[in-house]
């Protein structure tokens, strides 16, 4: 295999594999796979293509791959896309023998009238052009039966009942860093690597027991700590993110540096499994529809129906196809399979800054000490929130935290994730929990009155709405219209 040192890297010209690779070839080797056994297969070893001019890149960016540790061996996942693709050739270039890892999850017999080739059959064929510029092998895992139990399952279980689930956060704690690393045993490779934006701090070689730190990656916009929170010790022990010390328009230069086949495939978006399927259509097709009525939170007006309140979520406008808006999502009654929408979502007395979270998984293992001048996101994002902990336990001996924020959100999902940091360390996660102690969004007495009715058809045809009334600054050159709240 091809060595560079650290401060060397071969340019390696773009070869035709796209358009020479069958795609019958990988089909083939596809179906030799039993998703059952976990074993690996469809070991890509790929032919050399070598240019004679020399690329150098800065040190700097290398950084994150533990450059100036023995050569090591790396289990590396791609999925084709640009940013797991740049972290395999840095780590190549920093000189460890890396092994590309292809996940396969699809739920092609799910929706396969939907697709006109399997959605994974692209990805296939730019990661391994991929690997084919540095001669790295690539193999394939099916993990499709444990993609489903481990994430799937919960999903569709917490969307019927009322929450709102994080299926990045479950997938990389029991997929990509769980169940992977299950499936290529615990001493085959010293660590295992990704594309994350997100930087992790390990002990020193005769540091061994000291606890390895999973810190904000360089760029604050991409960083996906928030993701990767509910992580264990022991899994992040075994992690490197190349891409944590360089910003994302780094990795884009970098990739043309590489001459990348996939140099210009745009980021992917939604939820890894679902491909081209809309989330409202897999959602339809796993938990099915039940007609509900759409109400008004302050007065109780029935404003429409709705298909089943598991297709929204709290903060949501979209979808609710309601004129004089904009309206939100602001309540959900699962029992009766009521939405509760408002135009007033951002009044300042509508806001919560105080809400509880169960499921707690601390990084280190234990609670911080310090629990009173900690930051929390409460979504991924650049925007933190200063916030406290409360620590209490519930009625089924389960640790809870209180957490009050420095300032309001309104935005607060249960189901979701809240992630917890010390400065630039994150520290845990854990579940947003239901509101409590009228905690949530007040919706009027009426609105409940009317919510708990057996039959709702004496309700008659939904209100004829209102426009909101607008005020206009008459004294402005050109008239300056607002809504009001």
């Not at 150098?56 to 290398?62: A, G, R």
């Not at 099916?142 to 993609?147: C, G, I, K, S």
């Not at 139990?149 to 969307?159: G, L, M, P």
């Not at 309601?322 to 300042?348: A, C, I, Q």
Request: aromatic content about 10%; overall charge neutral.
């Amino acid at each position: 295999m091809l060595r560079t040192t650290m401060a060397a890297l071969s340019h390696f010209p773009l070869t035709p594999l796209l358009s020479k690779t069958p795609i019958t070839t990988i089909k083939n080797l596809f179906s030799l796979s039993n998703p059952k056994t976990l074993k690996l297969f469809c070991s890509l070893r790929p032919l050399s293509s070598l240019s004679s001019n020399p690329k150098t890149i800065d040190p700097k960016f290398l950084s994150c791959c533990l450059p100036n540790k023995k050569p090591l061996k790396v289990a590396v996942l791609v999925s084709g896309g640009v940013d797991s693709s740049i972290a395999l050739r840095l780590l190549h270039a920093a000189g460890h023998f890396c092994t590309a890892f292809y996940l396969k999850i699809w739920f092609q017999e799910d929706f396969e009238n939907f697709w006109s080739e399997c959605p994974w059959e692209e990805d296939m064929r730019y990661a391994k052009a991929v690997c084919d510029q540095v001669d790295v092998p690539l193999e394939v895992v099916h993990l499709t039966d444990e993609y489903w139990t481990n994430v799937v399952s919960y999903i569709i279980d917490e969307y019927r009942h009322g929450r709102t689930p994080n299926p990045d956060v479950l997938c990389n704690t029991r997929i990509k860093f769980g169940a992977f690393m299950d499936a290529i045993g615990g001493t085959k490779f010293d660590f295992v690597a990704s594309g994350h934006y997100a930087r992790v701090v390990h002990g020193d070689g005769d540091q061994k027991d000291k606890l390895s730190i999973l810190e904000l990656s360089k760029d604050i916009v991409k960083d996906q700590t928030y993701f990767l929170s509910h992580l264990s010790q022991s899994q992040l022990k075994r992690l490197i993110f190349p891409l944590g010390c360089i910003p994302k328009e780094v990795v884009r230069r970098l990739a043309q540096i590489f001459d990348l086949p996939n140099q210009d495939r745009e980021d992917s978006q939604g939820i890894c499994f679902l491909g081209k399927i809309k989330f409202s259509e897999f959602v339809a097709r796993h938990i099915g529809e039940a007609e509900g009525i759409i109400l008004e939170a302050e007065t109780g007006d029935f404003l429409g129906k709705h298909r089943g309140f598991w297709f929204y979520t709290i903060g949501q406008r979209q979808g609710l196809r309601l004129p004089g808006g904009p309206w939100y999502v602001v309540e959900k009654d699962v029992k009766n399979n009521v939405v509760f929408v408002s135009r007033n979502y951002f009044s300042v007395d509508k806001r919560r800054r105080l809400f509880r979270v169960g499921s707690l998984k601390w990084l280190s293992g234990s609670p911080p000490s310090q629990i009173n001048q900690l930051q929390c996101k409460v979504r991924h994002g650049p925007s933190f929130y200063d916030c406290s902990l409360a620590m209490e336990v519930d009625g089924d001996g389960h640790e809870i935290a209180v957490v009050k924020l420095s300032e309001d959100d309104q935005g607060l999902a249960a189901g979701q994730f809240a992630a917890f940091y010390q400065d630039r360390m994150c520290i845990g996660s854990g579940v947003i929990l239901e509101s409590w102690n009228d905690q949530g969004f007040p919706v009027c007495l009426r609105a409940l009155e009317i919510a708990d009715m057996e039959d709702k058809s004496k309700l008659g045809n939904p209100v004829k709405i209102k426009v909101k009334p607008e005020i206009c600054n008459e004294e402005s050159d050109h008239k300056e219209c607002v809504n009001l709240n």
